[in-house]
């Protein structure tokens, strides 16, 4: 099978690169509070493209008095005007907001590829869609907050400190900033330090659709700006996305001082397929589940069961299957797989990778052309894990999946569950029946049939065990922006 | 028939396609719709507009047909961009049986005739579109064609009886009519297996159906006749160059996939020659094993292929209409 894939003439596809002329960059970004672009008061940082490993510019840091100063705006947003408009009137600021990303789709989407190093297929039909969808689907809900089931009046929290993690830049944003704003929070938000970017064209979008000063400010910074951040005694409310680690620590942070808390944290989903799934759909599924964003997706199937009489056919057809990935310019409109975000990252996917072949793990890795400069990492199956194997175990957050087998429905539901994480799973099978009786008994918070992903915001996201608490999406993703009055005022 | 691991039987033939593994509607059309973002520029597309070219089958099939009609569409084949002599031909004009001669004839010297390089002239036999007739007037409508130099038979199922559940009926036919394909030399007309997935309605059925006419010993599956919607989609294809691919693996024969019918511009059939590199391998872009059946694509193409030459679009009145 794999020779008459072989890649020739017409498979290397000439260069599509999407233009990034519509990018009209600042050499320098500052920090965006109170409604307008200030200096920072920390040293200043480069964002890179992973990719060329050029620098696309400057970007200002946070320090402790400027996340006062964030804050402070924030709350004042807050006390003056946020919380005196009607929910209809936030919803149209929601409204303007979700347009603008539409009309500004391709510069947001190129930014996003040009930072973060995804590929730009994904960034045009997965990211910035799901960003504008958000929020309108949040700005549907402000002023419909009553039915939101948590009784009548809900009353919005305050101030919400939000970090957010570099693998979505612009659309984790999105799931944090639109039910905040439409619950009637304001906002000071913390992207990424290797991916501001999106960000801070965001905040022009902001200034665009003349959302009041200080709704939202966004602050850059590495982790110590995070810190402040969260442990600020004025804010409400902390969300985060990110890992376990740094989630474990915000939890120990805020534990007594009265803040809510959501955390999204890290996960390894089981992708289970079953032998009467549809095969080659269950394949672009696998892939789709693991290599979609290079794996850094904190719900990507990096777990592979399949069950064993079918085990030599799916491997060998997935193998197949990934001959035909690209691997390149993330600006490039037939790349598949992108860069990898850091070279810490990159470090770390190696140092796992090459724990997994210590281990006694079979290594396959995809024949690709790896380019000179930048961050790469080839899509990489292991064959013969074994539950108590390291990558089987740990988050690898990179294009790397671990193959393991199971022979009833029974031994693929204890191995699924048996990991610390319960984010998300998938199961592959024709049999409707089969697929609701193992997902009644899977411990994680979202589970898919015969595909994955797949991401709406009406449905409610979030984790099980070391994968966090709350619920982002949906009606469940307002409860965390607000506190139920419990009492009803004539309005 | 090893693969089925019996003697062939109606029994057997349904344990066999009813133990395929089910196709999951909703996946299939989001792969197809991935491999159809795939954006094709400069020298690509010029490579792929030269061999979507090559790989049409020029149709008419109209009860209005004339033999006039004829020449003037074997015309077109032969020389399909009068302005431009780079232009490659395109691998055969398919006709109803009665229109056989007149393709011939007009063909002269280009008709291939068994050879590598001419023009094939292909007929659509057993009583296209719909197929209800008995098994001796199909047979004979094919005999007809073969005898009068068709290099190709574009047979259709018998969807009722497939429908029916009655596959030992739909793979005798297929056995019968590839027999009428034999020349008087003992060589065989390539025998196209027209399946009609608008009539088959699920994406299980088509897999079936492809699985059966390859069993039954059709050396081409063909999606459509182009007289019932939808025609061939980008979907459907993939899922039969799917079962093509894994046939291969199985055997180690090449089977040939024609999709037919809607495909109109050369945007859209770019997206099933990426499809078709895609999943069974650039191999499969040859006329002996992948064909587009056309009309109106041949024209947006030529229009395509001037853009790319001379850097400006013409327009419909620069290319010929047949």
Known sequence: MTEIVKKSSFLDYAPAPESTSILHLQKSYGLFIDGSFVKGHGKAFQTISPATEKTIAEIANA?????????????????????????????????????????????????ESLDNGKPIKESRDVDVPLVAAWFFYYAGWADKLDYAGLGPNPRALGVAAQVIPWNFPLLMLAWKVAPALAAGNTVVIKPAETTPLSALIFAEILQQAELPDGVVNIITGAGDTGQALVNHPDVNKVAFTGSTAVGRAIAKSVAGTGKKVTLELGGKAANIVFDDAPIDQAVEGIVNGIFFNQGHVCCAGSRLLVQENIHDEVVDRLKTRLSTLRLGDPLDKNTDIGAINSREQLDRIRELSDIGEK??????????????????????????VSTSST?????????????????TPAEAIAKANNTPYGLSAGIWSDKGSKILAVADQLRAGVIWANTFNRFDPASPFGGYKESGYGREGGRHGLAAYLESAGWSASK | MDLIGADLTEKSLKLHL???PGVDAVGLEQRAAGLGTRSIKTTSKAWALDTIIKLIDLTTLEGADTPGKVRSLVAKAVNPDPSDPSTPRVAAVCVYGDMVPSAVEALGSSWSNGKDDGIN????????????????????????????????????IDRGAFLAGKYGIVFDQIVAVKEACRRADGTYAHLKVILETGELNTYDNVRKASWLSILAGGDFIKTSTGKVAPAA??????????????????????IGVKPAGGIRSSKDAIKYLVTVAETVGEEWLQPHLFRFGASSLLNDVLLQRQKLTTGRYSGPDYVTID
């Open chain 2, 233 to 254: 989609t980008l979907p459907v294809t993939l899922l039969m160059l799917e079962v093509v691919r894994d046939w291969h693996k199985l055997t180690g024969e090449r």
């Open chain 2, 18 to 20: 009813e133990g395929l």
């Open chain 1, 359 to 384: 281990e006694g793990a079979d290594r396959w890795t995809a024949d690709c052309v790896i380019p000179d400069k930048g961050f790469w990492f080839a899509p990489t199956i292991f064959d013969n």
């Open chain 1, 391 to 407: 990558i089987a175990r740990e988050e690898v957050f990179g294009p790397v999946l671990s193959v393991l087998t199971f022979r």
């Open chain 2, 121 to 156: 002239v292909a007929a659509v036999a057993t009583a296209f579109p719909s197929g209800r007739a008995s098994l001796a007037v199909k047979l004979a409508d094919t005999a007809d064609a073969v005898a009068n130099g068709a290099d190709e038979i574009d047979m259709v």
């Open chain 1, 63 to 111: 320090s402790a008095k400027d996340v006062d100063t964030a804050v402070a705006a924030a709350r004042r947003a807050y006390d003056r005007t946020w919380s005196k408009l009607s929910g209809a009137d936030r919803g149209k600021y929601l409204f303007r907001i979700a347009r603008l990303v539409q009309e500004r789709a391709r510069e947001l989407a190129v930014a």
